[in-house]
């Protein structure tokens, strides 16, 4: 009954399927990046968090031909509380026109102002994200004083209009995967493709001829079921799509810091179809998590991650202290992290 209702409404209303999926994170198989391009692909318009449209949860918004809008909500952007989201939306009104109104109606904290800055939330009042977080950081005062409505010496700071270098889209991307493990600019892998020689995008799969093949994607999912007799599942994601991968134990064991490790894999084998599904039989996997570092971003130790759980694979909770990433693979794990399943 659960899979049928559930494909019902995928079917019938796939922006408010892909709604409520975003708003029940965190749960399930796939992270909210590869619903939001599930959607996407089904035609259904993402809008991005906006401090003048969003509110806590994602919601659905009328387009102009009757169709639905999935516009992201607070949630989604990474350290975001739940308190100041509300305060944002109560003292909203009309709109805000510029940060420093925000922050004097909401009474935000300077941290939660730099996180929507770092999640492009002020596009709205036509401000980039550079130019956000340049404005962000004059401010310095937890809160606003409650007797002057106007910016004040040691509140916020008068800076001389400055012009500041756009940022490329690489970089773009990497800033959205930081702030909300999710782009709306583009992918990973799409940047990249250039690059890459010989390789098949995801969605060329289903009615290329069989054969041996090669494709590269980012890694969102391992799984190694008891059942399977030692033979781990890959699910790889590029621009166009999702491939699924099966490796079998001899082949686990030949490249098993790749399998176990990477977040950008490359791998070789032969294409196997039985009606609409289709697999890769790995034969030769390559590491290609260094390649992200091509995106124009530093990436370092600033990058956090993310801890997905599947709620039928509940998990320890454990503490660690904090840990540096200096290498382009280490670096790759933190700010693209997979669900598996082991």
């Known amino acids: 009954m659960l899979a049928y209702v559930s494909a019902w409404l995928k079917c019938h209303h796939p922006a408010a399927f ?15 990046a590869q619903i939001v391009r599930d959607a996407r692909e089904h035609n259904i318009e993402t809008r991005p968090v906006c401090v003048n449209n969003s509110g806590w949860n994602n919601h659905l918004e009328k387009r102009t031909d009757g169709t639905l809008a999935l516009r992201l909500g607070f949630r989604q952007i ?3 509380k739940r308190d100041d989201a509300e305060w944002i939306v109560s003292a909203r009104g009309n709109g805000y026109h510029d940060i420093p109104s925000l922050w004097h109606r909401a009474g935000v904290s300077p941290s939660t102002l730099e996180r929507l800055a770092e999640a492009d939330a002020f596009t709205g009042v036509g401000l980039t994200r550079r130019d956000a977080l340049w404005q962000v950081k004059a401010i310095r005062a937890d809160r606003p004083l409650p007797l002057f409505n106007d ?4 509140e916020v700071i008068p800076e001389p209009k400055v012009v500041l270098p756009m940022m490329n889209l690489g970089e773009e991307v990497v ?17 990249i493709r250039p690059t890459l020689n010989n390789v098949t995008p995801h969605a060329e ?14 890694v969102i999912t391992r799984q190694r079921p008891g059942t399977a007799s030692g033979v781990i599942f890959l699910t790889l994601e590029d621009e166009t799509g999702v491939s699924n991968i099966v490796v079998w134990p001899k082949v686990y064991e030949k490249f098993r810091k790749a399998v176990m490790g990477g977040r950008l894999l490359q791998i070789a084998g032969y294409l196997q179809r039985e009606g609409i599904v289709v697999h890769l039989i790995a034969q030769d996997i390559q590491d290609m998590s260094h390649r992200l ?19 039928d694979t509940p998990r320890a909770h454990h503490t660690t202290s904090a840990s540096r990433a200096y290498h382009p693979r280490d670096q790759a794990k933190k700010l693209f992290p997979s669900r598996d399943f082991h």
Do not use: W
């Not at 799969?205 to 980012?218: D, E, F, N, Y």
């Open 151 to 154: 910016p004040i010496d040691g």
């Open 175 to 191: 800033e959205d995967y930081v702030s909300m493990r999710m782009s709306l600019r583009a992918h990973p892998v799409e940047l």
């Open 293 to 311: 570092s091509e995106l124009g971003h530093p990436m370092g130790e600033a990058v956090g991650q993310t801890l997905p759980h599947a709620d």
């Open 78 to 80: 990474k350290g975001m």
């Open 205 to 218: 799969l289903a009615r290329i001829p069989l054969g041996r093949i090669a494709v590269c994607g980012l």
């Open 18 to 32: 892909a709604c409520a999926l975003l708003n029940s994170q965190p749960m399930g198989f796939y992270a909210p």
